[in-house]
């Protein structure tokens, strides 16, 4: 089934209400180059920092979708040659910011399925919301939240602070590991998973669903309603020199997941 609704999410979305059956056979190209979108996204594991962008739809807060490859070389070409701000190709308008944090408010994967589609928040040309903070913020606060409540409930001295938190959610797998000096030792290195029950896996459900009604319900770059999270026991890597100090520095990782 053919048909490019234009280039915006609404008219797309209206297609896939008048034949559900048929939406995921629909042909897309993207409005920049006219070569079709990608419908489902690259998985193979890419390289911490190195942008990768393949094909694959990306729908704007505006709710105008193109190639995400396009729409990336488009605005850095504007940003490079006249100084522009990310914006728009259709409508010019500016990709806002979110309040909480201050990061720019980016794209979103277009839908291949009617159940993704169901996950994506209102566009904000249809009355639809800025999350307070983006994703990649709310991960973080959401792990230190965590991370604070087994501080504060850990059941003995040894099980904090060898301990770090991960969360993977569709492709993507996201690690903060934090840092530590546990007596002469720096901790660093994942040793096992830890088993989640009782009153911690109960908390830590509770902020997964958090995210994923927050995710659903406003704009936000990451679909978040498979996130989950996991605990892992850390392991002794080296031992410190005398007087250095480790405190409050962190390692964040961005994988694809294999």
């Known amino acids: 089934m053919a048909g490019n ?12 209400m008048d034949d559900p059956a048929a939406f995921s056979a629909i042909e897309l190209d993207c409005v920049i180059c006219f070569e ?10 890419h390289e911490v920092g190195q942008p990768h962008r393949d ?30 701000p990310p914006a728009c190709p259709t409508c010019n308008s500016q990709q806002p910011r979110h309040p909480g944090c ?30 307070e903070k983006c994703s990649w913020c709310q991960l973080i606060d959401s792990t230190n939240e965590i991370m604070d ?34 007596g002469d030792h720096e901790m660093r290195v994942f040793l096992n998973h830890i088993h989640l029950e009782g009153e911690l896996l109960a908390f830590i459900r509770g902020v997964e669903r958090q995210l994923a009604r927050s995710s659903a319900t406003h704009w936000q770059s990451l679909d ?5 999270f996991h605990l892992h026991r850390m392991n002794r890597v080296r031992k410190l020199i005398p007087e250095e100090h480790l405190e409050g520095s962190f390692i964040l990782a961005l994988l694809a997941s294999d």
Not at 56 to 77: A, E
Not at 224 to 228: D, E, F, P, S, Y
């Open 224 to 228: 978040l309603h498979q996130v989950t």
């Open 149 to 182: 409540h087994i501080e504060e409930t850990g059941p003995t001295p040894e099980f904090w602070p060898a301990v770090t938190t991960s969360v993977s959610f569709a492709d993507y797998f996201f690690n903060r590991c934090k840092t530590h000096a546990y």
């Open 36 to 45: 079709p979108l990608k419908r489902h996204p690259d998985t193979e594991r």
């Open 102 to 131: 201050n990061h720019l408010v980016n794209d979103r994967d277009l839908p291949s399925t009617v159940k993704e589609a169901e996950c994506l928040p209102q566009i904000l040309t249809r009355g639809g919301t800025l999350s």
């Open 55 to 84: 094909h694959r739809g990306s729908i704007l807060p505006c709710g105008h979708f193109f190639g995400d490859r396009c729409l990336y070389d488009f605005q850095k070409t504007k940003f490079n040659e006249f100084g522009e």
């Open 5 to 16: 609704a234009q280039g915006f999410w609404p008219n797309l979305q209206q297609q896939m």
